[in-house]
C-alpha cells in the first residue's frame, strides 16, 4: 500500500456540471476526512468519516456537496451543479483511529470549474 | 467554533538564521499537528504532538506544545533554502491553521 489514492487528478468541468472525485485511503486507516484548499489557503474542513459513518460535515457546505464511504474504504465526493467558486483543490487524509501517528494526504484533485 | 491562528503568515529570512512560527488555538486541544506544503504539492506530515510540554525535533525544525496556553510552536534553527514551504499547523480533528509561508534566502 502506497499511500493515499486520489483520481483523478484534474478535472476541468463546465459550469453546472455535476463532478464526482474518489479517494482510497490506506488499508488499515479507519479515518478519511476531505478539505477543500483555494490558493494562499490552509485546507478548509469539509467532512470527515468513521469507517463508513460520516461523523461531521461542515456548515459552511451547501448542500451541492455530498459524500460517501460506503464499505467504510474507499470515499467519493460529489458536487453538483458546479460554480466557479468551486475551483479549488480537493484534498483527501486517512488516519487510524485517533489520529495519533498523524495523517497522511493524498495529492489531490484540482478542480477548475470554466 | 474552534479557531487556529498561525502568526507570522509571512516569513521571510536568511540562511543561518533562528526563527519562530507560532500557532494559537482557540479551544482546549490535546493534540496538534504540524504540516509542510510545498507549492502545488500536497501537504506532509512534520510533527504530531499528543500532550502538554511535548517536543519533537526533526533536522532544524523543532516543535512544541503548551496546551494551557493553547500555543504550539515550530522553531527553525540555522535556517537553510531547502526549507521554504508554507507550513501548516492543524488542531484535534484536523482543522487548520491559515499557514506560514517561508521563504529562506541565500
Known amino acids: 500500500d502506497t499511500g493515499v489514492s486520489q483520481d483523478p487528478r484534474h478535472k476541468i468541468t463546465k459550469r453546472g456540471q455535476n463532478v464526482t472525485f474518489r479517494c482510497d485511503p490506506i488499508s488499515e486507516h479507519n479515518r478519511l476526512y476531505w478539505y477543500r484548499q483555494t490558493l494562499g489557503q490552509g485546507p478548509e474542513f469539509l467532512t470527515y468519516f468513521q469507517n463508513e459513518a460520516q461523523l461531521e460535515k461542515s456548515r459552511l457546505l451547501s448542500d451541492r456537496f455530498s459524500a460517501e464511504r460506503p464499505k467504510g474504504s474507499f470515499s467519493t465526493l460529489e458536487i453538483q451543479r458546479t460554480e466557479q467558486g468551486d475551483s479549488a483543490m480537493y484534498l483527501c487524509a486517512s488516519s487510524p483511529t485517533g489520529g495519533v501517528g498523524g495523517y497522511t494526504f493524498g495529492s489531490g484533485t484540482r478542480l477548475t470549474v470554466v | 467554533e474552534l479557531k487556529v491562528e498561525q502568526n507570522p503568515l509571512f516569513l521571510s529570512m536568511q540562511e543561518g538564521k533562528n526563527y519562530t512560527i507560532y500557532c494559537n488555538y482557540s479551544t482546549t486541544s490535546d493534540r496538534l499537528y504540524w504540516y509542510r506544503q510545498d507549492p502545488g504539492k500536497s501537504l506532509e506530515s512534520l510533527f504530531v504532538?499528543?500532550?502538554?510540554?511535548a517536543v519533537k525535533q526533526e533536522g532544524r525544525l523543532m516543535a512544541s506544545l503548551d496546551t494551557k496556553a493553547r500555543l504550539s510552536t515550530l522553531h527553525i534553527t540555522a535556517a537553510v533554502h531547502d526549507l521554504s514551504a508554507t507550513y501548516f499547523c492543524a488542531v484535534d480533528d484536523m482543522r487548520f491553521g491559515a499557514g506560514t509561508r517561508l521563504t529562506v534566502k541565500p
Open positions: 504532538l499528543l500532550s502538554n510540554g
